[in-house]
């Protein structure tokens, strides 16, 4: 489904990644880990279409050249970024703006765009099965949420789009041990053989509740070794410091 | 590119940009007391108006035009102008829209206003005036049954010429400014209301203003009288080909709320830019004041202002019945070359007696925009309250936003409060909606849409929709 081949991403003539690869089958979860600053971000960045890198290498979605995509084709491809920091859009209420991605997806796949009443009927299950307080969606967009609920906001917003493949930055990190658990549920719920997950992590806490058929370890821009989840126990053991 | 491929691209951006082909009666160039005889004469109006217009124009050859705003201009030479044009099928006035110039019709339709009978807007009444006339004003006879007067300004000299009399002038006076003046002394035509004792005004009243004539000046003229008890929402829009020259819109607008009335005026204008350039355009000069002169009166103004290539106008409410209230609410976009000086005067005159300002400005490409707004209470308004409220939204790096606000408090009792902030869509906003699907220009509309959501609320419903659609429209191809 995805395949990174040599990926190099420079910014601001600063080298970040240096070579990465990588390969996710449909229905694979890949969990990447690594030290702050080994590129994990960048690589979010890159793959959902951030603007401002230099970037070599090869990467493919599904046989097409992903980095020749518009941000928002990549999104009707079906990738989809839960950020770190979700953004704050004042004025815009969290449901005119799930409508709105839902049906902009909807538009350039050629498929009947939902109306009123369909969406609410998908919102109001959705929001269920993630336990989600509905009463947020009709706030600002993100204006005012606490840290966990804008995670959580990210994972309704993942579940309602349903993408093929989820890139998962950092969305542990901040969460109290009930919303982790929320987070968790909201990616186990859309796992089957065609859903790929890559989740970027510091911690090998979430991958308790999610567990992932591979881990990979990020340093100075490459991945430097592979593994099955027993992986991400050693390093916890470890550090990052002392793994190479 | 020559020039026919340059309109037709113009006119993707601005699709109102068409002109009709039409042939005009004209009053000869120029501006004298001929060129106003012509017109009150054309008119077929009595002595009376003609006076009011002669003593304008005394004024007016006495006053010097103003140039304090920030938007400067090229002196217009308004001995160059033409400042009556109307399609020559308007001399004998047609008696009902089956004598109506087909062309005519046809403009309306194009832009989206449809006169006949059978494809009227639901629940609007329209007035269409074109140049310097009005050529049609629709659902007048469920109107009258109310006892509502709803017509062109030229009708209303003729038949109901004591209200005329009594308030034409009386908010905004033959003495009062350089532009202001000007229209009293040629004003053309334009709307004019009147809603009885205790009438709630059953659909929304409208007029739609076409200029279409070059080298002309419209100066259109309203009037809005709510009697005692009365209600009325009224709504206004605009539109202009493109040309390459400027050309000046100059309207008066003035509303009447007695006891207990409230008026809604709501515009959106849409008038003519200009090019990317910054070529040709409107230049919109317009005087816009309330009076609530009656008790527990109110006015609201809310405009949509994202035409023009200039846009100067104060829309402004007198507060001179106790517990009376005044609103404005406003959003203004500029993009390319395009200049707005805009806000409004609330004048607290009267015990009890509140106001409220949202203005929303938002400027992209070369654009500059100023918010300038007066709160003024006066010593023997007690307990009076303005709240206001400035916010400004900036796209890209050569544009320019301004806030100028005159606060005058005269009075212990009262007190005024003033918020401000400005802010600019980040690149990081547009990247999560981008990966949430939206392309650049839905991103931007999103984002701008709920930056102006207050404001839009005010809007009728029908109005807000396409207000929406206006607003994404005029930011295209803002953000690169």
């Given at each position: ?244 | ?142 109107l009258t049954k109310q006892g509502i007067i709803f017509c062109s300004m030229s009708e209303a000299i003729q038949k109901h010429p004591d209200l005329v009399k009594k308030y034409l002038g009386s908010v905004i006076p033959i003495t009062d400014h350089f532009f202001a003046t000007l229209n ?297």
């Amino acid at each position: 489904m995805l395949t990174i081949e040599n990926l190099k991403a420079k910014i601001e003539e600063k080298e970040i990644l240096k070579g990465l690869n990588l390969n996710i089958n449909p229905g694979e979860v890949h969990a990447i880990m690594g030290p702050n600053g080994s590129g994990k971000s960048t690589l979010s960045n890159i793959l959902s279409g951030k603007k401002g890198y230099e970037i070599n290498g090869n990467v493919t979605f599904e046989g097409e050249n992903l980095l020749n995509l518009e941000t928002e084709e990549r999104a009707h491809k079906g990738i989809f970024l839960a950020f770190q920091y979700p953004l704050e859009i004042p004025g815009v209420n969290t449901n005119t703006f799930l409508k709105t991605s839902i049906n902009a997806i909807k538009k350039a796949r050629g498929e009947k765009e939902l109306d009123a009443i369909e969406f609410l009927k998908l919102i109001k299950q959705k929001s269920a099965e993630l336990k989600f307080d509905e009463k947020i969606l009709s706030r600002q967009l993100n204006v005012g949420f606490s840290g966990g609920e804008k995670k959580k906001n990210e994972i309704l917003q993942m579940s309602i789009l349903n993408p093929k493949l989820s890139i998962l930055d950092e969305t542990d990190s901040g969460l109290d041990i009930d919303a982790l658990r929320i987070v968790s549920e909201g990616v186990n719920s859309l796992r089957n053989k065609e859903n790929s997950f890559l989740i970027i992590t510091h911690y090998q806490r979430l991958l308790d509740y999610i567990k992932p058929d591979f881990v990979h370890v990020l340093k100075n821009g490459q991945i430097i070794k592979s593994g099955d989840y027993e992986l991400a126990k050693e390093l916890e053991k470890v550090g990052y410091e002392d793994f190479n | 590119m020559d020039n026919r491929q340059k309109e037709i691209d113009n006119l993707k951006d601005y699709k109102y940009g068409f002109s009709t082909d039409i042939e005009n009666t004209r009053a000869p160039k120029g501006l004298n007391e001929g060129v106003i005889k012509f017109i009150s004469n054309i008119k077929k109006e009595p002595q009376w108006m003609l006076d009011f217009r002669l003593k304008a124009f005394e004024r007016f050859k006495q006053l010097k035009e103003p140039d304090w705003q920030k938007p400067k201009y090229p002196k217009i030479d308004y001995q160059d102008l033409y400042y009556y044009s109307a399609p020559k099928s308007m001399d004998d006035k047609p008696k009902s829209l089956d004598e109506l110039d087909p062309k005519l019709l046809e403009t309306y339709k194009k832009l989206g206003i449809p006169l006949q009978e059978q494809a009227r807007l639901n629940g609007i009444a329209v007035d269409a005036v074109f140049d310097s006339v009005s050529v049609a004003t629709t659902f007048k006879e469920e109107l009258t049954k109310q006892g509502i007067i709803f017509c062109s300004m030229s009708e209303a000299i003729q038949k109901h010429p004591d209200l005329v009399k009594k308030y034409l002038g009386s908010v905004i006076p033959i003495t009062d400014h350089f532009f202001a003046t000007l229209n009293s002394a040629v004003f053309t035509d334009g709307s004019f209301v009147y809603i009885p004792k205790g009438i709630k005004c059953p659909m929304e009243l409208s007029t739609y203003f076409r200029i279409n004539a070059s080298e002309t000046g419209q100066f259109e003229r309203t009037l809005i009288i709510a009697d005692k008890g009365s209600y009325v929402s009224y709504l206004e829009g605009c539109t202009a080909p493109m040309r390459d020259e400027n050309q000046l819109h100059a309207a008066n607008v003035e509303l009447i709320a007695l006891d207990d009335a409230e008026i809604k005026y709501s515009t959106v204008q849409n008038w003519y830019p200009g090019d990317k350039d910054g070529v040709g355009g409107i230049y919109n000069f317009v005087t816009k004041r309330g009076l609530c002169k009656g008790k527990n009166s109110k006015i609201s103004w809310t405009q949509v202002e994202t035409g023009s290539a200039i846009t100067w106008k104060y829309p402004s409410c007198i507060l001179k019945g106790d517990n009376s209230v005044g609103e404005f609410y406003s959003i203004a976009i500029t993009n390319n070359h395009q200049k707005a000086d805009t806000g409004t005067k609330m004048i607290h005159l009267g015990k009890n007696t509140k106001s409220k300002i949202i203005s929303k400005g938002i400027s992209a490409g070369n654009s500059d925009m100023m918010y300038r707004g007066l709160v003024d209470i006066s010593s023997k308004a007690d307990n009076s309250r303005n709240f206001t409220q400035c916010d400004s939204l900036l796209m890209g790096n050569k544009c320019g936003a301004h806030t100028i606000p005159y606060i005058k408090n005269k009075n212990l009792k009262s007190n005024i409060e003033h918020e401000a902030t400005t802010s600019k869509i980040s690149d990081e906003q547009l990247y999560y909606c981008n990966q949430r699907g939206l392309n650049q220009e839905e991103a931007v509309s999103l984002i701008v849409n709920g930056f102006c959501k207050e404001v839009l609320q005010q809007l009728p419903m029908e109005f807000a929709v396409e207000a929406q659609k206006l607003v994404g429209i005029s930011l295209e191809g803002s953000v690169g």
